[in-house]
């Protein structure tokens, strides 16, 4: 029951957003860094953003700075990704994961977001 579990995905039309929840189940990641990737059609996962826990810093893979925004909830112990204007290169399979002890660990089962033209 300790994990990570996304949720939000779908269908979106071309030039819709989209908003994905990471929630965490216990209080075991309660104090730990979270991030997103995301795996498209015949490419391999890439990181998309970070944000830290207690001071909500967040950070972004150079190619996607200004389109994605990462940001948390701590109250519901929840990190979320959103963007608008989706292209049909956003459809993927996002995931979320925790940074421990210096390495990124602890896979959520993924997401799977659907862009259609």
């Known amino acids: 029951q300790e994990r990570l579990v996304e949720s939000g995905g779908g269908l979106v039309q071309a030039g819709g957003s989209m908003s994905l929840s990471c929630a965490a189940s216990?209080?075991?990641?309660?104090?730990?860094?979270r991030g997103w990737f995301r795996q498209a059609p015949g490419k391999e996962r890439e990181f998309v953003a970070a944000?830290?826990?207690?001071?909500?810093?967040?950070s972004y893979a150079d190619s996607v700075k200004g389109r994605f925004t990462m940001s948390s909830d701590s109250a519901k112990n929840t990190v979320y990704l959103q963007r608008n204007s989706l292209k049909s290169e956003g459809t993927a399979v996002y995931y979320c994961?925790?940074?421990?002890?210096?390495?990124?660990?602890?896979w959520g089962q993924g997401t799977q977001v659907t862009v259609s033209s």
């Open positions: 994961a925790v940074v421990i002890q210096g390495q990124w660990g602890c």
């Open positions: 216990g209080r075991s990641f309660s104090g730990y860094t």
């Open positions: 944000i830290t826990w207690a001071g909500g810093v967040t």
